[in-house]
C-alpha cells in the first residue's frame, strides 16, 4: 500500500509540473482569430481608424489616431499623435513595388524608399498571429464580444499580458490593450469600411516636396 501510495503522489507531482509547461492557447481562441482576420480583410480591400493611447502608470503620453488601408498585399497608412503634448506626425505603404515611409525629422523631414518583398506589410498591420506567441489565453464573453487576455510570453520583449476584443456578432477587431512594465497601450477601432480604389496604394514623392527623399536598395 505504501509503495502504491508513493507511485501515487510521483505521478500528481508529475501532472503539476508538467501541465503548465505544455499549456497552450485553446483552440477555440485560433478559432476566434482566425475568423476575425477574415473579417478584417477582403478583395476589394478594406478602410479603417484606429485611436491609440499610451499610458506611463495614470499619465497620458501618448495619444493619436491611424488612417489605414489595405487590400492584397498593398497597404498604406497616416498617422498623427502627440507625445508628451508635441504633435508628431508619419505615413507609409506598400504599392506593390517600393515600400515606403514618411517621418519627421528636427531638421527635416525625411522619406525613406525601398523595394518591397512579398512579405511587406505595415508598421500598423492587425497581428492575428498572437496566439502563437503566447502560451496560455483565456477567453469569455462580455456585451456580446469575445474578451481574449494572452500571458506567459514565449520570447524576450513580447508584452506579459496582451488582452484583445473581438465582436461576437461580426468578428471585427474591437480593441487591443498591452501591459509592459508600468505602460499600458490601447488600440481601438473607431471606423471601418469595405472598399479601396488602387489608386490610393501609389507612392507619388511629390506629395512630399518639404521631405528629403532616401532611396535604400
Not at 476566434?32 to 497620458?60: F, I, N, W
Amino acid at each position: 500500500m505504501n509503495a502504491f501510495k508513493h507511485r501515487l503522489l510521483t505521478l500528481l507531482l508529475l501532472f503539476i509540473v508538467t501541465v503548465p509547461l505544455h499549456a497552450q492557447v485553446p483552440e477555440e481562441v485560433t478559432e476566434v482569430l482566425r475568423k476575425c482576420a477574415q473579417a478584417m480583410g477582403h478583395p476589394d480591400g478594406v478602410e479603417y481608424e484606429m485611436s491609440l493611447k499610451a499610458k506611463v502608470a495614470l499619465v497620458t503620453v501618448l495619444s493619436g489616431q491611424i488612417n489605414a488601408f489595405a487590400k492584397d498585399r498593398k497597404n498604406k497608412f497616416f498617422f498623427t499623435m502627440k507625445v508628451l503634448g508635441q504633435p508628431v506626425k508619419s505615413a507609409g505603404g506598400f504599392d506593390g513595388v517600393h515600400q515606403w515611409r514618411y517621418t519627421q525629422g528636427a531638421e527635416s523631414d525625411t522619406v525613406y524608399v525601398r523595394k518591397g518583398t512579398e512579405k511587406a506589410k505595415s508598421d500598423y498591420d492587425l497581428n492575428f498571429h498572437i496566439d502563437l506567441e503566447y502560451r496560455h489565453a483565456a477567453m469569455t464573453t462580455r456585451f456580446g464580444n469575445y474578451v481574449i487576455t494572452f500571458t506567459e510570453p514565449k520570447y524576450a520583449g513580447v508584452p506579459k499580458k496582451v488582452t484583445m476584443t473581438i465582436s461576437g456578432k461580426d468578428y471585427l477587431f474591437r480593441e487591443m490593450e498591452t501591459k509592459k512594465d508600468e505602460t499600458t497601450m490601447t488600440m481601438r477601432l473607431t471606423h471601418f469600411r469595405i472598399g479601396v480604389l488602387d489608386d490610393i496604394f501609389t507612392f507619388d514623392p511629390h506629395q512630399y516636396d518639404d521631405a528629403v527623399i532616401v532611396e535604400m536598395k
